[in-house]
């Protein structure tokens, strides 16, 4: 079978990291000088092999190849065999991590923007989204100490968005006075950061709702929901992680120096691609500031007393 092109799919309903990067290069495929030629694993692999078997041998040659979010540098090929060979340290390649891998696995072929980038840039776009943007979380505790007045919160929260106690019929009550104190004493909190609270009746629910950074996407099936962000956000990321790649084509054209290369530059000059992520920047800065407003109009400042 040959060796085949592809876009990747795009379901266009996931929230989940590889969703997100699903659609962020298959944006990226008609940007690029040519498109990703692919074959697959016909063996399993092991994450510390140095060969590896491809279902066909076409068109496959030495170099970098990407098997999910993985690289690999392969130094040899044999094409009666299709065995792939690997340099002794080619395997997890310009910082991936070596995994094993099935048959039947996607195998891309030097690779014009690989998987391990675009999720690199989306975890980026991530920790650059606070103060901006938080997510958030809430947590729950008995206020079951008459002498206690500095409650432990868990690791990471930024900023206390409200403070409320639940009374003997079930209803919340707001709290009207807490502080959030960080750098506290281990007697105190564990986490090192703790919440003041007074004017809460002893023996009731208290609960803390609160904003933190956003956590970074850990696997392929991590999801902004699971990470207390609004699925509203996808689109965010998309524009943003685009204006990050999109400038490392330019980059990437300055080292092609032959007749090919001037004949591939006539329909994308040089800095086109430059040019288009400052319109996809201008486009994330737009968003980001809808979601902001949506945010804050959600979560308004609340007006409290400290102690």
């Given at each position: 079978?040959?060796?085949?092109?592809?876009?990747?799919?795009?379901?266009?309903?996931?929230?989940?990291?590889?969703?997100?990067?699903?659609?962020?290069l298959?944006?990226?495929?008609?940007?690029?000088a040519?498109?990703?030629?692919?074959?697959?694993l016909?063996?399993?692999?092991?994450?510390?092999?140095?060969?590896?078997?491809?279902?066909?041998?076409?068109?496959?040659?030495?170099?970098?190849?990407?098997?999910?979010?993985?690289?690999?540098w392969?130094?040899?090929f044999d094409?009666?065999?299709?065995?792939?060979?690997?340099?002794?340290?080619?395997?997890?390649?310009?910082?991936?991590?070596a995994?094993?891998?099935?048959?039947?696995?996607?195998?891309?072929?030097?690779?014009?923007v690989?998987?391990?980038?675009?999720?690199?840039?989306?975890?980026?776009?991530?920790?650059?989204?606070y103060?901006?943007?938080f997510?958030?979380g809430t947590?729950?505790?008995?206020?079951?100490?008459?002498?206690?007045?500095?409650?432990?919160?868990?690791?990471?929260?930024?900023?206390?968005?409200?403070?409320?106690?639940?009374?003997?019929?079930?209803?919340?009550?707001?709290?009207?006075?807490?502080?959030?104190?960080?750098?506290?004493?281990?007697?105190?909190?564990?986490?090192?950061?703790?919440?003041?609270?007074?004017?809460?009746?002893i023996?009731?629910?208290?609960?803390?709702?609160?904003?933190?950074?956003?956590?970074?996407?850990?696997?392929?099936?991590s999801?902004?929901?699971?990470?207390?962000?609004?699925?509203?956000?996808?689109?965010?990321?998309?524009?943003?992680?685009?204006?990050?790649?999109?400038?490392?084509?330019?980059?990437?054209?300055?080292s092609?120096?032959h007749?090919?290369?001037?004949?591939?530059?006539?329909?994308?000059?040089?800095?086109s691609a430059s040019a288009?992520?400052?319109?996809?920047?201008?486009?994330?800065?737009?968003?980001?500031?809808?979601?902001?407003?949506?945010?804050?109009?959600?979560?308004?400042?609340?007006i409290h007393?400290?102690?």
């Open positions: 079978m040959p060796i085949a092109i592809v876009t990747p799919a795009v379901s266009g309903l996931g929230d989940d990291l590889g969703s997100l990067i699903d659609e962020i298959s944006n990226l495929q008609g940007y690029t040519s498109p990703d030629q692919v074959t697959f016909s063996q399993d692999v092991t994450a510390d092999a140095l060969t590896f078997k491809v279902d066909d041998s076409a068109g496959v040659s030495s170099g970098l190849m990407e098997i999910g979010n993985e690289l690999i392969a130094t040899g094409e009666a065999s299709a065995n792939v060979t690997v340099l002794p340290r080619g395997r997890g390649w310009r910082g991936t991590h995994a094993p891998h099935l048959a039947g696995d996607t195998v891309v072929l030097s690779p014009a690989p998987r391990s980038v675009v999720t690199r840039e989306i975890n980026n776009q991530l920790n650059s989204l103060p901006s943007l997510a958030v947590y729950e505790f008995t206020h079951d100490d008459p002498l206690k007045i500095a409650w432990s919160v868990p690791v990471g929260v930024e900023i206390v968005l409200d403070v409320r106690y639940q009374d003997f019929l079930g209803n919340w009550q707001r709290v009207k006075a807490w502080e959030l104190e960080y750098s506290s004493d281990a007697a105190v909190s564990t986490t090192g950061v703790s919440v003041r609270i007074s004017n809460v009746p023996g009731f629910k208290v609960q803390i709702v609160y904003g933190t950074r956003p956590p970074v996407f850990s696997d392929e099936t999801s902004l929901s699971s990470a207390g962000l609004s699925p509203g956000v996808k689109d965010l990321l998309v524009f943003g992680c685009m204006a990050r790649i999109m400038p490392m084509l330019d980059v990437a054209r300055l092609v120096q007749v090919a290369a001037d004949e591939l530059a006539t329909p994308r000059p040089l800095g288009l992520a400052d319109k996809f920047w201008k486009q994330y800065q737009q968003r980001l500031a809808e979601e902001r407003r949506i945010l804050n109009d959600r979560y308004p400042a609340r007393w400290t102690r």
